[in-house]
């Protein structure tokens, strides 16, 4: 069954504003990582944050993780058109060699 | 570095046909995962390999084989299709120790 649950499904922004979406997750895990995919395209990796950490930054991108509640977040700064995409959470679940993925969250960012 | 490629791009298949979908990786990656994406719900895993000469079944395993002879080359091999198989496919690999995947563009396969 899948590991990770995103939330919102959808989600339709200006662009300019931010964006958040939400992961949540059931196991202990070793690390979480979001992907972004472009329609019909292969998922690209985004960035990888560590059980131990609680908060990781990359340009535009911020992910803070909560293991006590086992959810983390992805926001999006100054979201812009090209940022329009699905977004997946993935976890590496202790003691697994594979990566479990959630449903996604479609962004759109509007002009 | 071609990273993962994966070919075909796009298959028609009749029901009971067999075909293997393949996946090859230049990066030397320890671990190779085939997913299968349908709408509403995400990807599913459906085999993965650790190492040459090593697989497992991942969450959906019914209705495909998989091997893995050389650290590069980890084909997906539909015995019977179905239609229930129409889907997107997607082979990743990973370097050894949960790091990121590497993702190939996919297969798009109907079954007909």
């Known amino acids: 069954s899948q590991q990770g649950e995103e939330d919102p499904q959808a989600l339709s922004i200006q662009e300019g504003e931010n964006a958040t979406m939400n992961c949540s997750y059931k196991?202990?895990?070793?690390?979480l990582q979001w992907y972004r995919q472009n329609s019909g395209r292969g998922l690209v990796h985004l960035i990888l944050?560590?059980?131990?950490?609680r908060e990781k930054h990359s340009g535009r991108l911020r992910v803070t993780l909560d293991t006590s509640k086992k959810s983390s977040s992805l926001l999006i700064t100054a979201s812009r058109a090209a940022d329009t995409a699905s977004y997946f959470c993935a976890t590496a679940p202790y003691g697994y060699s594979t990566l479990t993925f959630g449903k996604g969250t479609m962004l759109l960012v509007s002009p | 570095n071609a990273g993962v490629t994966q070919t075909p791009k796009f298959q028609v298949l009749k029901t009971g046909q067999s075909m293997t979908l393949q996946c090859a990786q230049d990066?030397?990656?320890?671990?190779m995962s085939w997913y299968r994406q349908d709408p509403g719900m995400g990807l599913r895993l459906i085999h993965y390999s650790v190492g040459a000469g090593i697989t497992d079944q991942g969450e959906v395993p019914n209705g495909y084989n998989v091997s893995r002879s050389t650290t590069e080359d980890f084909p997906l091999r539909l015995l019977s299709a179905a239609p229930s198989q129409t889907s997107v496919y997607f082979c990743a690999s990973t370097k050894r120790g949960n790091t990121e995947a590497f993702f190939g563009q996919g297969t798009r396969l109907t079954v007909v």
């Open positions: 944050i560590r059980s131990n950490e």
């Open positions: 196991t202990s895990i070793n690390n």
């Open positions: 990066m030397n990656h320890e671990y």
